[in-house]
């Protein structure tokens, strides 16, 4: 058994608090080890019986982010923490939530990852179940945003992210590459969890009044103080002038990826390109995988004794 990569789950309970970016509201949130074979879990604990699986079949619509919803409740904001569960190769794992809304930080998934690191990983007595890609998956929306899901040999996830704003300049076209290898546990944070989200000046996001009339005043002025906000002639972002990398939008772009894949509920082994896409399109592309089983198939990754190589073992 442990030649497989096994499942891995946190050792105890990991606690994070705060006050939401949309609504203001104070939260707690508490990332918990789970038995092996459950996967990802959210727990509403202000709401009875509401739990929701980490699965595509779960996506509901959502403005900017991504939102998971049963017949019980919902939770929106997701991504970030299930980046972080992902880059650490967190299988199995309760994410109990007082509130509908996901705590945001700074914008990155650095405070996610760093709470998953203290509380420490413990490897479970299962192999883990892979999805690998088989043949291409692709959204081509026809207008320069397109995603696609490629087959690789490499046992690995690779995200290459491109986006361009012409008009803001100071961001302009980036682009982010991030390979996630399922082989080693990390020993320190990847640096793609410290990518922070970004807004425009002008964007609706950035518009007060517009943010006054749907009561959420508090989401303008958070953002001002957290996010990255750039406008069209400033060499920084006009709030903040510490950026932790030159291509830190598409990083975070790139970030917004990985957590998003999570959804499918299994680590996956492929080369994802993304032109210029947001989480919608990353739903409409899960929702495209899982409609036709040849795309994928599951199975486990076996290391052989003597060597590095890691082989793909169909289940
Ligand atoms: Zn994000």
Request: a positive charge; hydrophobic letters at 35%.
């Amino acid at each position: 058994m442990s030649e497989y990569l096994l499942q891995q789950t946190l050792s105890k309970d990991a606690k994070l608090s705060g006050k939401t970016l949309v609504w203001g509201k104070k939260t707690s949130v508490k990332l918990r080890p789970a038995p092996v074979g459950q996967g990802g879990r959210f727990v509403r604990t202000d709401l009875n019986d509401c739990v929701i699986d980490v699965d595509h079949k779960n996506i509901t619509k959502a403005w900017r982010c991504s939102k998971l919803e049963n017949k019980n409740g919902s939770v929106s904001i997701v991504e970030h923490a299930l980046a972080a569960m992902s880059v650490l190769n967190i299988d199995n794992y309760d994410i109990e939530i007082d509130g509908g809304e996901m705590l945001t930080f700074d914008g990155s998934a650095k405070p996610f990852a760093e709470a998953i690191m203290k509380a420490g990983i413990e490897t479970q007595d299962k192999p883990r179940t892979f999805l690998k890609i088989l043949r291409p998956v692709g959204v081509d929306l026809q207008d320069g945003r397109k995603m696609e899901l490629l087959p690789t040999e490499d046992n690995n996830l690779s995200v290459n992210f491109n986006i361009d704003f012409p008009h803001i300049p100071v961001i302009g076209k980036q682009q982010a590459n991030y390979i996630h290898s399922y082989d080693t546990r990390p020993i320190n944070m990847p640096d793609i969890v410290r990518a922070r989200t970004f807004g425009t000046h002008g964007d609706k996001m950035m518009r007060l009044k517009w943010l006054q009339s749907l009561g959420l005043k508090t989401m303008y002025d958070r953002f001002w103080e957290y996010g990255l906000i750039y406008d069209s002639k400033s060499a920084y972002p006009i709030n903040n002038t510490d950026l932790h990398f030159d291509n830190e939008c598409a990083l975070h772009k790139a970030l917004d990826a990985v957590g998003d894949l999570a959804l499918s509920g299994y680590p996956i082994i492929a080369q994802l390109n993304c032109e210029k896409t947001s989480h919608h399109i990353t739903h409409m592309l899960l929702k495209k995988l899982f409609a036709v089983e040849q795309n994928f198939c599951l199975g486990h990754l076996r290391k052989s004794k003597n060597s590095t190589k890691i082989t793909f073992v169909g289940i």
